[in-house]
């Protein structure tokens, strides 16, 4: 946990522009976008994969769709659309053990 990147931006000590947070999740751009808008909706905790959230943290994750939903609004995307993704371990390629959603948007995207 003391190495993981996403905890270091979450506690500020790698500075990044927040586009949007709550009290469980903030939103930042990906280092590396693979559409026009690629944003990470990140846990604030470390928790590494929806398979470690603890059952009584479970109701606090509605807060990383409730962020979604308002920067769909924000960017002007609610209409044309966007995608949500969480990837889970390895055979998914998570890069990052750390919770984080992908949200992608802006174009249209490959079907998965
Ligand atoms: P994963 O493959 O774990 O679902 O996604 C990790 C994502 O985090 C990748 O899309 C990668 O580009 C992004 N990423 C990795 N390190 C950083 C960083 O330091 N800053 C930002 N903004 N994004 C990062
Ligand atoms: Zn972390």
Do not use: W
Request: proline share 4%.
């Amino acid at each position: 946990m003391n190495n993981c990147i996403f905890c270091k931006i979450a506690s500020r000590e790698i500075p990044s522009e927040v586009i949007a947070e709550n009290e469980y999740f903030f939103a930042i751009k990906d280092i590396s976008p693979l559409y026009k808008i690629h944003l990470l909706i990140i846990a604030k905790a470390h928790i590494a994969t929806v398979s470690d959230i603890p059952a009584d943290e479970m109701e606090h994750f509605s807060a990383a769709f409730d962020l979604a939903k308002k920067i769909a609004q924000k960017l002007d995307v609610v209409a044309s659309g966007y995608r949500l993704t969480v990837n889970n371990g390895s055979d998914a390629g998570q890069e990052v053990p750390h919770f984080h959603m992908h949200f992608l948007a802006g174009e249209p995207l490959r079907k998965l």
